[in-house]
């Protein structure tokens, strides 16, 4: 009897030690998988919005994924509504869609249609209007402004700046 | 230690010291298949072997592969294809096989189905049997991406999305699961770890598995009959071979095996020499670019039909519906309420169920490979509601069925 208890708190003892030690592989697993240093450190990226044309789509490379940076004509913006207008990032006198160009159903690359001031996806047939709000399912929510934070007329993608941290008050960026 | 005697040969010598004639009695000479089955039932000894030329040609092919986001797509496309002499030859062996394994494994799982081979006492064979097919679709996948073209990288960052599970928004899951924000280089090295090892490993394991589920209660035959194998297989060592239901593994079963496999041998050769290219998607001869989404994203044919149920429905009821259709077959035998083994065509209304489930999933195979416009996503949505109603309706169909 005393012999078979003291093998059981034994098992015990060794029990909770290897649950400890398995948790801390676990937990080093866990972080292997996490993006390295080096990838998050080329997070952020700067473009200059001053030489852009109206109506014509530049595609940037931030994180990997392409950035959509719209210019709109003044027509385009008068047409808009609030809720679009407010996407808009404002650089001086001028309204910009700024996104990530992924579609948000599974994560293509829509295709601007500059005569119908529209995004369309492929893949699933989604559709985006000029702000990039979802217009046609199956995309459930529209494109994601990433953080952004104005320089004068530069863009530094990456970095959460007033005007985004405004957008996300308003509750324009979930 | 035991008692060892001077042997007078090299199998006497290995038999003291590692039981071989034992072991050859266990899995071969006395491991008893009915007579009654047909060339379907050979289609575990055609995965066998397949799986076999996968492992061989895979071997040859990683001599030269660079997991390496920049050299990737080179060290396949040119240095494998153009300067390692028969480098074509095993990238082609492997890339079709790769295909033709997914439908060997159709017809394998078909057979099951139809004959009945899920039920009492054999769930197990068709458990293991669905982690075979679910393990074998991520080796596929993984494999996939290897060659870094435009379907891989696209392929990848569509399925690695859907692990942000919809409106949950996980996008932190998707990216610990990358490596990256993107796939990039710690998404193509993680792949391929799993592609030539983890996973590999573990379809090994599995497959011994699958064949440990049949010892007990043996393979089924094509009338459903219950034999009782011990008894049979008394007689058939008594010598009345002619009288008894059964017959030895190896070599007398595995005879037919063999021929059959040779069959097939002589279908994939003509693939792998003449029709390699059905094998290979055109999109993926391009480079992979994550600034340029290819116009039409679809995965293999072997996973068009799954793929065409997630495709018709908004995000998150498509994705309920995806892993309904990825789980759904594993209950099988939970789902099938009536106690006859035998061919669905005896069973009633169950032969209408399995046609009909067959000739669903053969139309969202084509629809998924099909545009999602108009017709062919009215289509799509018609066979995936049809696909999820079979399989709600099946415990009902089979609790009315009369016993045979």
């Known amino acids: ?174 | 230690m035991a008692h060892f005697e001077k042997a007078h040969s090299l199998e006497e010598w290995l038999d003291q010291r590692l039981a071989i004639k034992t072991l050859r009695r266990v899995l071969a000479e006395e491991y008893w298949i009915p007579k009654n089955i047909n060339f379907l039932w050979a289609m575990g000894m055609v995965l066998a072997f397949t799986f076999g030329i996968l492992v061989v040609s895979g071997i040859f092919l990683l001599m030269y592969y660079q997991p390496n986001v920049d050299l990737a797509f080179d060290s396949v496309n040119y240095t494998i294809m153009q300067e390692v002499e028969f480098g074509w030859l095993w990238r082609h062996m492997h890339a079709v096989a790769a295909s033709v394994v997914f439908l060997i494994i159709y017809i394998h799982m078909f057979t099951g189905i139809y004959y009945g081979s899920y039920k009492k006492g054999r769930e197990l064979i068709w458990i293991s049997g669905m982690l075979l097919f679910v393990s074998f679709s991520a080796e596929a996948f993984s494999g996939y991406m290897l060659p870094w073209g435009q379907m891989s990288y696209w392929a990848g960052m569509v399925i690695t999305n859907l692990f942000s599970l919809g409106s949950l928004e996980l996008n932190g899951l998707v990216e610990w699961i990358r490596g990256d924000y993107v796939p990039g280089q710690a998404f193509l090295t993680r792949f391929f770890m799993l592609h030539v090892f983890l996973l590999p490993l573990v379809i090994m394991a599995l497959i011994g598995l699958h064949f440990g589920t049949l010892r007990i209660p043996h393979v089924n035959n094509q009338d459903g009959e219950e034999i009782d194998f011990d008894e049979e297989a008394k007689k058939y060592l008594a010598g009345k071979t002619k009288e008894a239901k059964v017959i030895r593994f190896a070599n007398d079963f595995l005879s037919k095996d063999m021929f059959v496999v040779s069959i097939f041998l002589i279908f994939y050769f003509y693939l792998v020499f003449w029709h390699f290219d059905f094998a290979m998607d055109p999109i993926n001869f391009d480079p992979a670019d994550g600034l340029k989404t290819p116009p039409h994203i679809y995965p293999e044919w072997y996973f068009l039909w799954s793929y065409e149920i997630l495709r018709p429905f908004p995000k998150d009821p498509g994705l309920v519906a995806f892993g309904f259709a990825q789980v759904i077959f594993f209950l099988l035998p939970f789902l099938d309420k009536s106690p006859n083994v035998a061919p669905a065509s005896r069973r009633g209304i169950f032969a209408v169920w399995f046609w009909v489930l067959l000739l669903d999933m053969i139309v969202l195979t084509v629809m998924g490979k099909l545009p999602p416009q108009g017709i062919y996503s009215t289509i799509g949505l018609v066979a995936a509601v049809v696909f999820i109603a079979l399989w709600i309706l099946l415990p009902f169909i089979t609790k009315k069925e009369k016993a045979v």
């Open chain 1, 1 to 174: 009897m005393a012999d078979s208890s003291r093998r059981d708190f034994m098992g015990k003892v060794f029990g909770g030690w290897a649950a400890l030690g398995g948790l801390g592989a676990l937990y080093a697993a866990k972080k292997t998988w996490d993006p390295l240093p080096s990838v998050k450190a080329a997070g952020f990226t700067k473009v200059d919005l001053s030489a852009a044309e109206p109506n014509v789509l530049n595609v940037e490379k931030w994180r990997g994924k392409p950035i959509f940076i719209l210019k709109k004509t003044p027509e385009m913006v008068a047409k808009q509504s609030e809720e679009e207008t407010a996407r808009d990032v404002v650089v001086g006198k001028d309204h910009f869609l700024v996104c990530i160009g992924l579609c948000t159903h599974l994560g293509c690359i829509p295709a601007y249609r500059p005569d119908r001031h529209d995004f369309k996806c492929a893949c699933h047939g989604g559709e985006f209007d000029v702000s990039g709000i979802n217009t046609l399912p199956p995309p459930p929510s529209p494109m994601v402004i990433p953080p952004f934070k104005i320089e004068g007329t530069t863009i530094v993608l990456g970095e959460e700046g007033p005007e985004y941290k405004k957008m996300k008050e308003a509750g324009v960026i979930a």
